[in-house]
């Protein structure tokens, strides 16, 4: 099966960055979307960034001009850059895959997340 692993949160301070890296493992044929998203107890499930398997990138308004999604195909990773990290960017951060696996079919998978804090 397909596995996510995300990793590089952690504490930082308002104006910090923090650069988070998700990578798939496992009978992996191709990748199309890859997304991150996140979540802050008691709050909704946002999505903060997305990329197709072309490279367009579409973001959440609160992150646009201080976060970059960007993927390298080769070793199955996307990743999100946050620069300028304020203390509501504070939240678990997960990313999510659309795979094709050795069936040919499409199947979302989603990684246990990530913790990002940022301080005040």
């Known amino acids: 099966q397909v596995q996510l692993v995300e990793s590089g949160g952690g504490l930082v301070q308002a104006g910090g960055s923090l650069r988070l890296s998700c990578a798939a493992s496992?009978?992996?044929?191709?990748?199309?979307?890859m997304s991150w998203y996140r979540q802050a107890p008691g709050k909704q499930r946002d999505l903060v960034a997305t990329?197709?398997?072309?490279?367009?990138?579409n973001y959440f308004n609160s992150v646009k001009g201080r976060f970059t999604i960007s993927r390298d195909n080769a070793k199955n990773t996307v990743y999100l850059q946050m620069n300028s990290l304020k203390p509501d960017d504070t939240a678990r951060y997960y990313c999510?895959?659309?795979?094709?696996?050795?069936?040919?079919?499409?199947?979302?998978?989603w990684g246990q997340g990530t913790q990002v804090t940022v301080s005040s």
């Open positions: 990329i197709t398997s072309g490279g367009t990138t």
């Open positions: 496992g009978s992996i044929v191709s990748i199309n979307a």
């Open positions: 999510s895959m659309v795979v094709v696996g050795t069936s040919y079919i499409s199947n979302d998978y």
